[in-house]
């Protein structure tokens, strides 16, 4: 079974811009979830969708959306960057509520 | 609020010992709690899972133990090895969190030969 896989998996933009990151998740696996990874916040949260509606959302600001499509695929915009917003973010899926998590490799986002 | 905390400076430790990584947490009371493995530039990836009922588990040459008491999880690699080296993630769970898992920074562990 193929992996989590999200493209691409390096990005420069400039301050301003918007940007847009694809998840596709577990064959199967019906929950997508979207973390930001910073050298100083660590895993953080963003949201997870479900049967494309967003089941939880994490404590981001509204330039974070995201949206679940009917095959489950994923994505997530991040619209006027700021430098801050330098990260790795990361797209995981699971089956159902209670099974872990399978992440995929991340986008590695650089603004500047 | 929820407060996950685990050793924030990297354990290097020698090839044969026993690694023990710590995870404590405040403000709730989690039902489980997972643990992660995360290679540089690479997502994270799933290892160990223990209810509050069970006091350990273990899997190959890991085990974890989960004190709700202490509110605190012990993570330990016995018999080390180079491959072990990586950052191990520690995500205390409750039962309505499954969708939105809160992880701690991560203990940093370098296994030297």
């Known amino acids: 079974k193929a992996g989590v896989t999200q493209t691409p998996r390096y990005l420069i933009k400039t301050r301003g811009q918007q940007v847009t990151l694809s998840c596709s998740p577990i064959?199967?696996?019906?929950?997508v979830s979207w973390y930001q990874q910073t050298p100083g916040q660590g895993l953080q949260f963003l949201f997870e969708?479900?049967?494309?509606?967003?089941?939880n959302k994490g404590n981001f600001p509204g330039r974070f959306s995201g949206r679940q499509f009917s095959n489950s695929r994923s994505e997530m915009n991040v619209s006027t960057l700021e430098l801050g917003d330098s990260a790795l973010y990361l797209c995981?899926?699971?089956?159902?509520?209670?099974?872990?998590?399978?992440f995929g490799n991340g986008t590695r986002l650089t603004v500047t | 609020s929820q407060k996950i905390e685990q050793n924030s400076e990297a354990l290097n430790i020698q090839e044969g010992k026993t690694a023990t990584l710590t995870c404590n947490y405040t403000?709730?009371?989690?039902?489980?709690l997972q643990w992660y493995r995360q290679d540089p530039g690479r997502g994270p990836v799933f290892l160990l899972l223990?209810?509050?009922?069970?006091k350990e588990k273990r899997k190959e040459r890991l085990k974890v133990t989960f004190d709700t008491t202490l509110k605190q999880s012990l993570f330990h690699i016995t018999a080390s090895q180079p491959a072990d080296s990586a950052t191990y993630l520690c995500a205390p769970l409750t039962t309505d969190s499954w969708g939105k898992l809160q992880f701690g920074a991560g203990t940093q562990v370098v296994v030297t030969p």
């Open positions: 223990i209810r509050e009922n069970e």
């Open positions: 403000n709730y009371s989690p039902a489980y």
């Open positions: 064959s199967g696996h019906r929950s």
């Open positions: 969708y479900f049967s494309e509606t967003q089941r």
């Open positions: 995981a899926s699971n089956q159902q509520g209670n099974s872990p998590l399978h």
